[in-house]
C-alpha cells in the first residue's frame, strides 16, 4: 500500500488566457493545478482525493496510432485571450475571446472530486470520479493487444 500527494502549483506572468489586443499585460499570480492525496494498493487500485484530473480529463487526446499527432487536441492553447474582431468594422474588437469559442473535449479537467481507478495491472481500466453537487463521470479502456515496435 502506498499513501502520498501530488502537489503542483503554476505561477503565471502575462498569461495568454487573460491578455488579449486591449489588454496586453496582466499582473501575475500563483495557480493551483493539483493538490490531492492517494492511497494506492497494486490489489484494490488508487483512490484520489482533493483537486485534480477527473476520470474523463484527456479522453480526447487519447492517441492509439502512437505517432502523437493529436497529442494536444487544445487548439486555443496559447492564446486564449485574443478577441475576435467585428465583422463590419475591422478596427472594433467583439467580446468573444478564442477561449469563448474552441473546446478540446476535455470535460470537467480539474475539479474537488474523490477519485477511482483500477490497478495499473488489468486489462481493463476503469475511472470513477464524484464531485460536489452530485456530478460524476467515469471513463473505460480496454487493452486487446499490445503491439511492440
Known sequence: MKIGT??????????????????????TSFVKRILEAYFESQKYGKISMGHGSTASAGSSEIDYSGTTIVSCSASSFTNKGLKFRDRNDAYNLTDVQIKNVFDNLDDLSRRMRLRYD????????????????????????????????
Open 118 to 149: 483500477t490497478p495499473k495491472s488489468s486489462q481493463k481500466k476503469i475511472r470513477l470520479c464524484f464531485y460536489r453537487s452530485s456530478k460524476y463521470d467515469g471513463r473505460t479502456n480496454y487493452t486487446i493487444h499490445q503491439f511492440k515496435a
Open 6 to 27: 501530488n502537489i503542483e502549483h503554476e505561477y503565471q506572468i502575462n498569461s495568454t488566457y487573460n491578455i488579449s489586443q486591449d489588454n496586453p499585460t496582466e499582473n
